[in-house]
């Protein structure tokens, strides 16, 4: 059974950087698309970040509100991928969860992914 685990949230302040871990187990994960999508109270879940398995001219996508800001990166043989997150605003205040699937294609749709970490709450204060 797939399970995927989300760790590194915290309490920082506005400017600050924090990276954010995600460890899956109980498959192959190889040949898997990662994806990073946060919720912020009263709001919908939303894209962040997501890195396909294949190569492509593209193999990080990002939203625009965090590029340039946010990095997703992944560990193959580690079964991991993390986000790091630079120069944090107050709105970047939410819970962050990790999600994988095997498509490479609709990356930014919540949809399309079949297993997803409980999230890590991540707080910017001004």
């Known amino acids: 059974q797939v399970h995927v685990e989300e760790s590194g949230g915290g309490l920082v302040q506005a400017g600050d950087s924090l990276r954010l871990s995600c460890a899956a187990s109980?498959?192959?994960?190889?040949?898997?698309?990662w994806g990073w999508f946060r919720q912020a109270p009263g709001k919908e879940r939303e894209f962040v970040a997501a890195?396909?398995?294949?190569?492509?001219?593209?193999?990080?996508y990002y939203a625009d509100s965090v590029k340039g800001r946010f990095t997703i990166s992944r560990d193959n043989a580690k079964n991991a991928v993390y986000l790091q997150m630079n120069s944090l605003k107050r709105e970047d205040t939410a819970v962050y969860y990790c999600?994988?699937?095997?498509?490479?294609?609709?990356?930014?749709?919540?949809?399309?992914?079949?297993?997803w970490g409980q999230g890590t709450q991540v707080t910017v204060s001004s």
């Open positions: 109980g498959g192959t994960f190889s040949r898997t698309t």
């Open positions: 890195t396909p398995w294949v190569w492509t001219a593209v193999n990080t």
């Open positions: 999600a994988a699937t095997y498509t490479t294609v609709g990356l930014t749709n919540a949809a399309v992914y079949q297993y």
